[in-house]
């Protein structure tokens, strides 16, 4: 079993909409979770970080975190063409020998259409 | 932009060649993480420097190796290198504070074509 798993994509949603993007994760005592956008070729940029069960907001973007089901959702609202970009769930898993790490999804791919 | 940059951008090199690449950490920052990305995956967690020290790694052979500098930069060596070394290389700055909840920002990569 993967440790941190996306659904690959693509997602193709149409200019305005919300996109919903999932991924699940192994590690139950896994602490912090992280959306990172990556367009081609570019390095990945973060855009939320969410440590506890439920919703974190910020502008058109929605966290939402469950670790009963090991489960971390990002929705983007009013969806863009600019939106279109691969984007990485990233979570850092109970820290041993004291360092952190992340852990990545293959990422889910995500075209907006106007 | 997050402040962290990375030399050089791209980099072509032929295998049983050595390669180092070179991590400046964003301002305030004093953790480096080194990450491979293949074409299609996420980023693979290589290891990890603060305070100088190598402080966690991942499931990379020992002709990976870094450094941390006093000013916190950083540098990933890749010593007989294999086509499969062909990635990007990403290095990512964070400030060690609360375990578990440390972000981490990446630079812009480098590119590494390994023929």
Redesign the interface.
Known sequence: QKE?EQNSGPLSVPEGAIASLNCTYSDRGS??F?W?RQYSG?????IM?I?SNGDKEDGRFTAQLNKASQYVSLLIRDSQPSDSATY?C?V?P??????????????TRLAVHP | E?GVTQSPTHLIKTRGQQVTLRCSSQSGHNTV?W?QQAL??????IF?Y?REEE??R?NFPPRFSGLQFPNYSSELNVNALELDDSA?Y?C?S?Q?RD???????????TRLLVL
Request: proline share 7%; hydrophobic share 25%; charged share 10%.
């Open positions: 941190v602490q912090s992280f990172y570019k390095s990945p940029e973060l970080f440590y990485l990233a850092n109970l820290p041993s020998g004291g360092y952190n790490k992340l852990i990545f999804g293959a990422g | 997050t993480s990450y299609g995956q996420g980023p693979q967690f990890q603060y402080n966690g991942g990007l990403l990512a964070s060690t375990r578990g909840k440390e972000t981490q920002y990446f630079g812009p990569g």
